[in-house]
């Protein structure tokens, strides 16, 4: 599978955005797929992850905050991003793992099999 991620970019502490991570080659619908990131010079970090049961779970940095989402029809998962904080700038990747992980492992980037090649967000103070 071809992961492609999209819709990062500049913005005001404050400000939303929304990323997008098309799939294709074959379909995500039955993939657990998650949302990491990773901000310069730091390890990179998990943020959301949405089960094959649509079941979410978050980081509690962004808790409140963002909101994994996905589209069968489009083959295709979201995060909308809203009270974004200067400390949220990163490069945003997206993940996908055929099945379903362990509960325990959602959150861990060894836990996926494929990547997309990431978007910048940067959020301004």
């Known amino acids: 599978v071809q992961l492609q991620a999209s819709g990062g970019g500049l913005v005001q502490a404050g400000g939303s955005l929304r990323l997008s991570c098309e799939a294709s080659g074959r379909t995500v619908s039955r993939d657990d797929m998650s949302w990491f990131r990773q901000a310069p010079g730091k390890a990179r970090e998990f943020v959301a992850a949405?089960?094959?049961?649509?079941?979410?779970l978050y980081a509690d940095s962004v808790k409140g905050r963002f909101t994994i989402s996905r589209d069968r029809a489009k083959n295709a998962v979201y995060l909308q991003m809203n009270s974004l904080k200067p400390e949220d700038t990163a490069v945003y990747y997206c993940?996908?793992?055929?099945?379903?992980?362990?509960?325990?492992?959602?959150?861990?980037?060894?836990?996926?099999?494929?990547w997309g090649q990431g978007t910048l967000v940067t959020v301004s103070s």
């Open positions: 949405i089960s094959t049961f649509s079941t979410n």
């Open positions: 993940a996908a793992k055929v099945g379903r992980i362990i509960t325990g492992l959602r959150n861990r980037a060894e836990a996926y099999e494929s």
